[in-house]
């Protein structure tokens, strides 16, 4: 890509959420605030190689789609009203700031429009599959077809799953705000549910060139110390914040300097953030002893093993396998078992992970999913057994979609072959 086009591509990975989100709030229109925003990503392409990359290019973003959206509510009789309240500024107190980060208060006492925009998305009128899926797409910014990849559904089962959410939160009335405190407790499990997958989207994402997407990381952790802070006595939401600052902690280690994937026992310890983990181990503690644990505590402490473990031959697998089973009580999934079966394998033999591996694969409910033939291969590879790792690495190979993850499982299954 030359220089406007990495810009534009720059400012889509740190301004969608923004701009969406403001559109949104002015329009009140979910698929105009997403056709402008695009719109508007597509003007820059041009405008900016004519005139420049701006100072601020989420200002001139969000000021671009905006003007777009009033052109067409202009147009259309029926947004006769919309447009009256799209003129009103967002704030009394000044003048009109398009990219205005806080937006206009609507009595929750948090006036970020990205947390307003996550809340809306959780409503508990919509499935949890259209909430996670909604969210994905507004405020992470990705495709429909990376959605479906990352839900293991066909493309159009997912734009389908989209259109109804959007039409439910359209003919339902739904608020686009954070609700009242006493309305907090029934969102909080689908937002916290959100925000960890729209941080697993930015530390492993489901497609594309690298592993990485450090923007949607940093989203997630900040949207989870806002609503840390609305609801500090909930040890849940401070598990999962100490859980992504534990993750966080480990990231610019996770891929080398030509972008290939490192794993965690071949990282470099040393680099690893230590004040995030210090952070991240702290807000563990004071969410367990509140004695009321939950998955995200559960998670947490998994992750808080491999980080404080001086070295790689240092980690307590028995115990991480004793806290998956955990875990498993809390979130009864086929991902959760596989985990299992690499902790299991580490502490007791591959032997005893390859059965487990065994039973997913009979039950077909990961049929499609990468890492199960990618944990087979990594447990036959340890345990010696190279040609049949090699037709796991094989399997694995088939179904992945991101291009650093290919490179690695390329490599294993060379190494495999070479000897």
């Known amino acids: 890509m030359?220089?406007?086009?990495?810009?534009?591509?720059?400012?889509?990975?740190?301004?969608?959420?923004?701009?969406?989100?403001?559109?949104?709030?002015?329009?009140g229109d979910w698929d105009l605030a997403e056709e402008c925003a695009q719109d508007a990503f597509a003007q820059a392409l041009e405008r900016w190689r004519r005139d420049g990359v701006p100072?601020?290019?989420?200002?001139?973003?969000?000021?671009?789609?905006?003007?777009?959206?009033?052109?067409?509510?202009?147009?259309?009789?029926?947004?006769?009203?919309?447009?009256?309240?799209?003129?009103?500024?967002?704030?009394?107190?000044?003048?009109?700031?398009?990219?205005?980060?806080?937006?206009?208060?609507?009595?929750?006492?948090?006036?970020?429009?990205?947390?307003?925009?996550?809340?809306?998305?959780?409503?508990?009128?919509?499935?949890?599959?259209?909430?996670v899926a909604l969210t994905l797409r507004t405020v992470a910014g990705l495709t429909t077809p990376e959605i479906a990849r990352a839900f293991l559904v066909p493309e159009a089962t997912m734009a389908q799953r989209l259109v109804r959410a959007k039409r439910k939160i359209r003919?339902?009335?739904?608020?686009?705000?954070?609700?009242?405190?006493?309305l907090l407790p029934e969102r909080t499990t689908g937002v916290l549910g959100v925000l960890y997958l729209l941080f697993n989207e930015g530390y492993a994402a489901t497609a594309g060139a690298g592993l990485l997407r450090t923007g949607l990381c940093a989203e997630a952790i900040r949207l989870a110390r806002l609503l840390a802070g609305l609801m500090p006595d909930e040890p849940e939401v401070v598990g999962l914040l100490a859980l992504l600052l534990l993750h966080d902690a480990r990231r610019d280690t996770r891929v080398d300097a030509a972008g290939d994937l490192v794993t965690l026992e071949d990282q470099d310890r040393t680099a690893w953030d230590r004040a995030e983990i210090d952070e991240g181990t702290a807000l563990l503690d004071a969410a367990l002893r509140r004695g009321r644990p939950g998955p995200y505590q559960v998670q947490a402490a998994i992750a808080a093993c491999h980080t404080t473990a001086p070295t790689a031959a240092d980690t307590d697998w028995a115990d991480i396998a004793g806290l998956y089973g955990e875990l498993q009580r809390y979130v009864p999934s086929a991902v959760v078992r596989l985990n299992r079966a690499?902790?299991?394998?580490?502490?007791?033999?591959?032997?005893?992970?390859?059965?487990?591996?065994?039973?997913?694969?009979?039950?077909?409910?990961?049929?499609?999913?990468?890492?199960?033939?990618?944990?087979?291969?990594?447990?036959?590879?340890?345990?010696?057994?190279?040609?049949?790792?090699?037709?796991?690495?094989?399997?694995?190979l088939d179904l992945v979609e991101n291009a650093a993850e290919r490179r690695f499982l390329e490599k294993r299954l060379a190494e495999c072959r070479s000897v």
Not at 357 to 362: C, F, H, M, P, S
């Open 2 to 27: 030359d220089e406007v086009e990495e810009a534009v591509a720059a400012a889509f990975r740190a301004e969608w959420a923004q701009v969406v989100a403001t559109l949104i709030r002015v329009t």
């Open 55 to 131: 100072d601020r290019p989420g200002a001139w973003l969000t000021t671009t789609a905006r003007n777009r959206a009033l052109d067409v509510l202009r147009r259309e009789a029926v947004g006769a009203r919309k447009l009256r309240e799209a003129a009103v500024p967002a704030r009394d107190e000044g003048p009109y700031d398009p990219y205005d980060p806080f937006g206009e208060d609507d009595g929750s006492g948090v006036a970020d429009d990205r947390l307003r925009l996550v809340f809306t998305c959780c409503h508990p009128a919509l499935p949890i599959e259209a909430r």
């Open 171 to 182: 003919n339902a009335g739904i608020p686009y705000r954070v609700p009242p405190a006493h």
């Open 342 to 396: 690499v902790a299991v394998g580490m502490a007791e033999g591959g032997e005893a992970g390859l059965a487990l591996v065994a039973e997913l694969e009979a039950e077909d409910d990961l049929a499609g999913y990468h890492l199960l033939p990618a944990t087979r291969a990594d447990l036959l590879r340890r345990m010696g057994r190279l040609p049949e790792a090699a037709e796991s690495y094989e399997r694995a």
